[in-house]
C-alpha cells in the first residue's frame, strides 16, 4: 500500500538523524523541505523530496497538498481521555470563586468522576472516549498517552484499562496505557491513606501487570493527594513489575516530586508549575522529560511552568494536553503550542518539537514517531497553504487542518 503526496508547499519536523528527543537551542532548529513530496509505503515513511526529483509511483494513492504545510502529527504524551460524562459545574464553581483543591475536598473533582466511572459501563466508556479520540485525531494527533486513574477499586481500575486497550485496537493512533491508581485517596479509604496506597501495591498493580494492561505506573505527588514517601512506594513497586513511571508534580506546590521522579529514572515528570533553579537544575543533567501542560495552567488559573528557563538550561522539554474533565477539558494539541508560544514565551519550532518528538520520547515512542524521518510510522497532517511555518502557531483559532494521515492511511 502506497500514498504519494505531492505539491506540498513546506515539510516541517523533519529529523534526519533520528535523535531520541531535541533539547536546548536545537529545539529552535528545524530542517525543512520546500516544494516537496513524500512517500509512504505500508503505514511507514519510505522518502520525501523536492518535486524536481518526484517518484514516479504508478500504483500509488495520490494526495496533491496543493502548496499546504506538512506536519508531523502531535504526539501527546499525558491524558486522561477515558473518563464519564463532564465536570462543567464544577467550571461554574471556580467561576463563582473556589479553587481545584476547594472543589476536591468537597468530594468534587477526581472522586467526582470516579463515582459517575463506576455507574459507567465498560461500553458506554468507551463510545464517549471514542468521540474525544476521533475528535483529538482530526486536530492532528497521531500518538497519545492515556491514563487510568478515574476508578480508583481494582476493579474500575482495570475497567478503564481495559477500555484503553479497546482504544488502542480499534484506532489508528498510537496508545500509550498508564496506571494511575494513586490519583486521589477515595472515600472509602479518607484518613487512612497509607492504607489505599497498599491496596495499590498489593493487589492493583500485580493485577495490571499481569494482566500487561499497562506500560507506565503513574502518581500525582503534591500537596493535598500523595506524599514523597508513597510516591517512592508506588514507583518502586511498579518499577518490580516491569512499568516505568510518569509522575504528577509540582502543580499545585514544590513537591519534590521533580527531583524524586529524576532519582527514579522516570520517564516525565508533568506539570511543574511550581518549578524553580533546583528542579532545572535536577532536570536538565538528566533523561526526565520535562512535560508541560499548559491547558491547565489557562483553565486553572494558574502560574506557567518556567519553560524559558528550562529550554535554556538544556531540559528535554516537551508539551502535552493534559485533556481531563477537571483541569483541561480540550485535547487540541495545536491550541497547546500556541499557548506555549503566547504565555510561555516558547518560539512556533521549539513548540512543535515539544509536542511532536519530546513528546513521543516521553512515551517511548521516538524511534517510530514524533517527526518526518524515513522508516518512522507515516503519521502526518496536512494544512492550507499558510504565508509561513509561524502562521499556524500564530492564527491559532482558525482551522487550517485540511487532510489527516495515519498510518499511511487517510483519515481526513
Ligand atoms: O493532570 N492533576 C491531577 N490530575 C489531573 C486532573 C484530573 C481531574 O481533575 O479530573 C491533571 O490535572
Ligand atoms: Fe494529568
Not at 86 to 109: M, N, P, T, V, W
Not at 132 to 142: A, Y
Not at 150 to 176: C, N, Q
Request: glycine letters at 10%.
Amino acid at each position: 500500500m502506497r500514498l504519494l503526496v505531492i505539491n506540498i508547499g513546506t515539510i516541517v519536523g523533519i529529523d534526519t538523524h533520528n535523535r531520541h528527543s531535541v533539547a536546548g537551542a536545537d529545539m529552535d532548529s528545524m530542517e525543512r523541505v520546500e516544494n516537496g513530496w513524500l512517500l509512504a509505503e505500508d503505514g511507514v515513511i519510505s522518502g520525501f523530496g523536492t518535486m524536481d526529483c518526484c517518484p514516479d509511483v504508478e500504483d500509488a494513492e495520490r494526495i496533491d497538498a496543493a502548496g499546504g504545510m506538512l506536519f508531523p502529527s502531535y504526539c501527546d504524551s499525558h491524558t486522561h481521555i477515558v473518563y464519564a460524562g463532564s465536570r462543567e459545574q464544577e467550571f461554574l464553581d471556580k467561576i463563582h470563586g473556589l479553587s481545584y483543591e476547594q472543589i476536591a475536598a468537597r468530594g468534587g473533582g477526581i472522586l467526582n468522576s470516579a463515582e459517575r466511572l463506576h455507574n459507567t459501563s465498560e461500553d458506554e466508556l468507551y463510545r464517549q472516549a471514542m468521540e474525544r479520540i476521533e475528535e483529538i485525531m482530526l486536530m492532528g494527533t497521531g500518538a497519545v498517552e492515556i491514563k487510568s486513574g478515574y476508578g480508583l477499586t481494582t476493579e474500575d481500575e482495570l475497567k478503564m484499562l481495559r477500555v484503553i486497550a479497546r482504544i488502542k485496537s480499534s484506532t489508528p493512533l498510537a496508545v500509550k496505557a498508564t496506571f494511575l491508581g494513586a490519583h486521589a485517596v477515595p472515600k472509602l479509604y479518607k484518613g487512612r491513606q497509607d492504607e489505599y496506597v497498599d491496596l495499590v501495591c498489593r493487589e492493583m498493580i500485580p493485577a495490571v501487570a499481569m494482566q500487561s494492561i499497562a506500560e507506565f505506573v503513574d502518581v500525582f505527588c503534591d500537596r493535598g493527594f500523595f506524599t514523597l514517601e508513597q510516591t517512592r512506594r508506588i514507583v518502586e513497586c511498579g518499577a518490580k513489575y516491569g512499568l516505568k513511571a510518569k509522575i504528577h508534580a509540582n502543580e499545585l506546590d514544590f513537591s519534590g516530586g521533580v527531583q524524586l521522579g529524576v532519582e527514579l529514572g522516570a520517564m516525565s515528570v508533568d506539570h511543574l508549575e511550581s518549578s524553580g533553579t533546583e528542579e532545572i537544575e535536577c532536570l536538565r543533567s538528566s533523561r526526565t522529560v520535562a512535560t508541560l501542560l499548559p491547558g491547565a495552567a489557562l483553565f486553572l488559573g494558574m502560574n506557567y511552568p518556567p519553560a524559558r528557563a528550562m529550554v535554556e538550561s538544556g531540559v528535554t522539554v516537551a508539551l502535552a494536553s493534559d485533556y481531563n474533565p477537571g483541569s483541561s477539558p480540550s485535547g487540541n494539541m495545536r491550541f497547546v503550542t500556541s499557548l506555549a508560544s503566547m504565555r510561555m514565551r516558547m518560539t512556533p519550532t521549539e513548540a512543535l518539537w515539544a509536542a511532536t518528538l519530546n513528546g513521543a520520547a516521553a512515551m517511548g515512542l521516538s524511534d517510530k514517531y514524533g517527526s518526518i524521518t524515513v522508516g518512522k510510522v507515516a503519521n502526518f497532517f496536512i494544512t492550507k497553504p499558510l504565508p509561513s511555518f509561524e502562521f499556524f502557531t500564530y492564527a491559532y483559532n482558525t482551522p487550517l487542518i485540511e487532510r489527516v494521515v495515519l498510518a499511511g492511511k487517510i483519515v481526513k
